[in-house]
């Protein structure tokens, strides 16, 4: 699987602003499953806050989604990442709880159709994002991982801060 890793990914202001939203004023939703109904039934689960979804009407899901969308917009221009990113389908938070072991989650794609991916990690933490080659990608804060969301990836939870915090972008 090809894959980019780009560290830095946003500038002090907009990264903290993002971290404030995320671990401060963010409502956080239960999800029974991560990836599979098999997580389910072993108890693994997390929390998500969906910011944008196509399949709602093109409307934002979220009153951070204009805000947040706009703190990366200035990153990812200057990346050319624009002209990449020609529609969004979902943006949406991710927060994984620490477990006492660390916990790999099911592989899953995202959505059953070609298209790709940018995780950005808001927090440093021992968890990571396991591709369907084996690559583990370390949940670094301000790093964005850009990858083919179609293919095969896992999650994991944290053992050594009290949250993984992530933020998912799935585009054509």
């Not at 944008?52 to 706009?70: A, G, I, T």
């Amino acid at each position: 699987m090809k894959y980019e890793v780009i560290d830095n990914f946003l500038d002090y202001v907009d990264l903290h602003t993002i971290q404030n939203f995320m671990f401060k004023d963010m409502d956080w939703y239960y999800g029974k499953n991560v990836a599979s109904n098999k997580d389910s039934q072993d108890n693994h689960y997390y929390f998500v806050h969906q910011l944008f979804d196509c399949y709602q009407m093109d409307l934002p899901n979220s009153r951070f989604y204009p805000e947040v969308l706009s703190r990366f917009a200035k990153s990812f221009k200057r990346l050319n990442m624009e002209r990449e990113m020609k529609a969004l389908i979902r943006v949406k938070g991710n927060l994984y709880p620490s477990t006492s072991k660390l916990v790999e989650h099911d592989f899953h794609i995202d959505f059953p159709f070609k298209h790709k991916g940018a995780l950005f990690s808001v927090n440093t933490c021992d968890g990571y994002t396991k591709l369907d080659d084996g690559t583990k990608i370390e949940s670094i804060e301000n790093r964005l991982l850009l990858f083919d969301a179609s293919k095969n990836h896992a999650s994991t939870t944290c053992t050594n801060t009290h949250v993984r915090v992530n933020i998912n972008f799935n585009y054509f």
